[in-house]
Nanobody, 125 residues
Framework: QVQPVESGGGLVQAGGSLRLSCVDS????????MAWFRQAPGKERDFVAG????????YYADSVKGRFTISKDNAKNTVYLQMNSLKPEDAAVYYC??????????????????WGQGTQVTVSS
Protein backbone atom coordinates (compact mmCIF):
# COMPACT_ATOMS: atom_id res chain seq x y z
CA GLN A 1 0.00 0.00 0.00
CA VAL A 2 1.12 3.55 -0.66
CA GLN A 3 1.98 5.34 2.54
CA PRO A 4 0.62 8.81 3.15
CA VAL A 5 3.26 11.51 3.61
CA GLU A 6 3.14 14.11 6.37
CA SER A 7 4.86 17.48 6.50
CA GLY A 8 4.76 20.67 8.51
CA GLY A 9 6.03 19.72 11.93
CA GLY A 10 8.55 21.80 13.84
CA LEU A 11 9.33 23.77 16.96
CA VAL A 12 6.89 26.36 18.22
CA GLN A 13 6.40 28.30 21.43
CA ALA A 14 3.42 27.62 23.63
CA GLY A 15 0.45 29.56 22.31
CA GLY A 16 1.72 29.39 18.77
CA SER A 17 0.40 27.64 15.67
CA LEU A 18 1.47 25.00 13.18
CA ARG A 19 -0.16 23.51 10.13
CA LEU A 20 0.42 19.89 9.22
CA SER A 21 -0.26 18.42 5.80
CA CYS A 22 -0.76 14.85 4.68
CA VAL A 23 -0.89 13.66 1.09
CA ASP A 24 -2.57 10.34 0.37
CA SER A 25 -1.28 9.34 -3.08
CA UNK A 26 -2.97 5.97 -2.75
CA UNK A 27 -6.43 7.41 -2.35
CA UNK A 28 -9.16 5.90 -4.51
CA UNK A 29 -12.75 6.90 -5.14
CA UNK A 30 -13.90 4.50 -2.45
CA UNK A 31 -11.53 5.77 0.26
CA UNK A 32 -13.50 6.82 3.32
CA UNK A 33 -11.35 9.30 5.17
CA MET A 34 -8.15 10.27 6.92
CA ALA A 35 -7.13 10.91 10.49
CA TRP A 36 -4.35 12.35 12.56
CA PHE A 37 -2.92 10.55 15.57
CA ARG A 38 -0.10 11.54 17.87
CA GLN A 39 2.32 9.69 20.08
CA ALA A 40 4.46 11.16 22.82
CA PRO A 41 7.45 9.24 24.24
CA GLY A 42 6.32 6.39 26.46
CA LYS A 43 2.66 6.88 25.60
CA GLU A 44 0.15 5.22 23.33
CA ARG A 45 -0.78 6.52 19.92
CA ASP A 46 -3.87 8.66 20.40
CA PHE A 47 -6.50 9.88 17.99
CA VAL A 48 -6.44 13.62 17.36
CA ALA A 49 -8.85 14.34 14.50
CA GLY A 50 -10.47 12.66 11.52
CA UNK A 51 -12.33 13.68 8.43
CA UNK A 52 -14.38 12.00 5.72
CA UNK A 53 -13.45 12.50 2.09
CA UNK A 54 -17.13 12.67 1.19
CA UNK A 55 -19.46 15.01 2.98
CA UNK A 56 -18.68 17.23 5.91
CA UNK A 57 -18.05 14.82 8.79
CA UNK A 58 -15.10 15.60 11.04
CA TYR A 59 -14.18 14.36 14.48
CA TYR A 60 -11.92 15.57 17.28
CA ALA A 61 -10.43 14.36 20.50
CA ASP A 62 -11.74 16.34 23.47
CA SER A 63 -8.23 17.55 24.24
CA VAL A 64 -7.96 19.47 20.96
CA LYS A 65 -11.53 20.67 20.35
CA GLY A 66 -11.65 24.41 19.77
CA ARG A 67 -7.89 24.59 19.10
CA PHE A 68 -7.27 22.22 16.18
CA THR A 69 -9.08 22.14 12.85
CA ILE A 70 -8.92 19.33 10.32
CA SER A 71 -9.68 20.13 6.69
CA LYS A 72 -9.24 18.57 3.29
CA ASP A 73 -8.55 19.29 -0.35
CA ASN A 74 -10.07 16.42 -2.30
CA ALA A 75 -8.48 17.51 -5.58
CA LYS A 76 -5.02 17.29 -3.99
CA ASN A 77 -5.72 14.16 -1.92
CA THR A 78 -4.49 16.21 1.03
CA VAL A 79 -5.67 16.60 4.59
CA TYR A 80 -4.52 19.42 6.85
CA LEU A 81 -4.37 19.87 10.59
CA GLN A 82 -4.32 23.48 11.73
CA MET A 83 -3.09 23.59 15.30
CA ASN A 84 -3.60 26.79 17.28
CA SER A 85 -2.98 27.71 20.91
CA LEU A 86 -0.45 24.91 21.17
CA LYS A 87 0.44 23.62 24.62
CA PRO A 88 3.54 21.73 25.79
CA GLU A 89 1.34 18.64 26.19
CA ASP A 90 0.60 18.74 22.44
CA ALA A 91 4.23 17.85 21.72
CA ALA A 92 4.45 14.47 20.01
CA VAL A 93 5.10 12.75 16.73
CA TYR A 94 2.02 13.30 14.59
CA TYR A 95 0.96 10.59 12.15
CA CYS A 96 -1.66 10.62 9.46
CA UNK A 97 -3.51 7.45 8.61
CA UNK A 98 -5.78 6.33 5.81
CA UNK A 99 -9.24 5.00 6.46
CA UNK A 100 -10.52 2.98 3.51
CA UNK A 101 -13.80 1.94 5.11
CA UNK A 102 -16.37 3.45 7.48
CA UNK A 103 -15.50 1.11 10.34
CA UNK A 104 -16.99 1.53 13.80
CA UNK A 105 -14.60 3.66 15.82
CA UNK A 106 -12.42 6.51 14.54
CA UNK A 107 -10.33 6.37 17.70
CA UNK A 108 -9.15 2.82 17.13
CA UNK A 109 -5.75 2.63 15.35
CA UNK A 110 -6.51 -0.87 14.05
CA UNK A 111 -9.21 0.55 11.78
CA UNK A 112 -6.64 2.36 9.64
CA UNK A 113 -4.82 0.76 6.73
CA UNK A 114 -1.74 2.87 6.05
CA TRP A 115 0.33 5.18 8.21
CA GLY A 116 2.78 7.91 7.41
CA GLN A 117 6.28 8.13 8.82
CA GLY A 118 5.28 10.85 11.25
CA THR A 119 6.30 14.46 11.78
CA GLN A 120 7.66 15.84 15.04
CA VAL A 121 5.88 18.68 16.80
CA THR A 122 7.78 20.29 19.66
CA VAL A 123 6.18 22.95 21.87
CA SER A 124 8.40 24.99 24.15
CA SER A 125 7.02 26.52 27.32
Amino acid sequence: QVQPVESGGGLVQAGGSLRLSCVDSGRTGSSFGMAWFRQAPGKERDFVAGIRWSGIGSYYADSVKGRFTISKDNAKNTVYLQMNSLKPEDAAVYYCATRRFAGTNWLRPTEYESWGQGTQVTVSS
